[in-house]
């Protein structure tokens, strides 16, 4: 119950605006929470299967490029890519999805991935290379995916505190207060009442 | 917006996505790293790349751009051991959003 509040009819009405209020705010949070939690089991597996096939994709590519780099010698290879042709980058767009805005990631690219000659340069290195080069565009789907994972985990955390704080404290304090005040004040009318018989009976003894 | 996309790890890792076109950064001191990171993460980077080995030295940094749209870090395995780092990640942050381990 809230405490040092006046029982009168005008705080009363008061309360019971702001009780109806609550109670459809907390409606509609519990709306959202459940539809962002759909959303985030949704993603789950999506997101774990495609964690584990990159994992392993890149490391068989690592695995050739490291041979093929240990095939032409460390300096060579640093040689051959270090001033790289390729240009990249990424467009972020931002997506709302239930209030929480989540990254969309496109890429821009120019130029080649070869930035070298075939001359000092072994095949193995192309193939990785290349390779890398389309693994590159599951790599951009998988950090939109796990943002957008983490950004809901964190919303949805913010969103059950918020329905919770509601359900079990805000709106049965509301209630309760309500209860007090209405008997507070049905208590007055009774007493008033019997004031007045009481009167009445004495002007009437007289 | 148009940003561009980093890569943090080891030397040889890096050498690799240099030639993708992305700004590589060499991890040499692992003391250095964290500032190193944090100083990537004010320019201009849409995503960066760090490796398993040094992403699970800098769990404190990484968690605090978590929950920002930008920078994204997306922990790539390394060359070593496996240790599944960012798999962890994620089963803490669908425990910490549903209170059960469903991941």
Do not use: C
């Not at chain 1, 130029?111 to 790599?139: A, Q, R, V, W």
């Not at chain 2, 699970?56 to 930008?70: C, G, R, T």
């Amino acid at each position: 119950m809230i405490s040092n509040i006046n029982p009168t009819r005008m705080e009363l009405l008061r309360l019971k605006k702001r009780l109806l209020l609550a109670q459809r705010g907390h409606r509609l949070l519990k709306d959202k929470r459940d539809e962002l939690m759909r959303q985030l089991i949704g993603m789950i597996d999506e997101v774990k299967t495609l964690r584990l096939l990159i994992e392993k994709e890149f490391h068989t590519i690592l695995e050739g490029f490291m041979l093929a780099k240990a095939k032409m010698g460390p300096y060579q290879t640093e040689q051959a890519l270090w001033f790289p042709k390729k240009k990249i980058s990424v467009d972020i767009t931002e997506k709302n999805l239930m209030s929480v805005k989540v990254p969309i990631f496109k890429k821009e690219i120019t130029g080649t991935i070869l930035p070298y000659g075939f001359l000092n340069t072994s095949g193995e290195m192309d193939i990785s290379l290349i390779k890398f080069e389309k693994f590159i565009e599951s790599l951009l789907i998988l950090a939109e995916k796990e943002k957008t994972i983490q950004l809901l985990a964190t919303e949805i955390q913010e969103t059950r505190r918020r329905v919770n704080a509601l359900e079990y404290r805000l709106i049965p304090e509301f209630e309760e207060t309500i209860k007090a005040i209405s008997m507070k004040l049905t208590e007055t009318e009774r007493s008033n009442t019997i004031r007045l018989m009481k009167v009445k009976e004495l002007i009437r003894s007289h | 917006m148009n940003t561009n996309i980093a890569a943090m790890g080891e030397k040889d890792i890096m050498l690799i996505f240099k030639a993708v076109g992305a700004d590589v950064f060499p991890v040499r001191d692992i003391n250095k790293a964290s500032s190193m990171l944090k100083k990537i993460a004010r320019e201009n980077y849409g995503i960066i790349f760090i490796t398993e080995t040094i992403a699970s030295k800098l769990d404190s940094v990484i968690k605090e751009y978590a929950e920002m749209v930008k920078p994204s870090i997306v922990v790539i395995p390394g060359l070593g051991e496996k240790s599944n780092y960012a798999i962890e990640v994620l089963r803490n942050a669908i425990i910490k959003a549903s209170g059960t381990d469903v991941f």
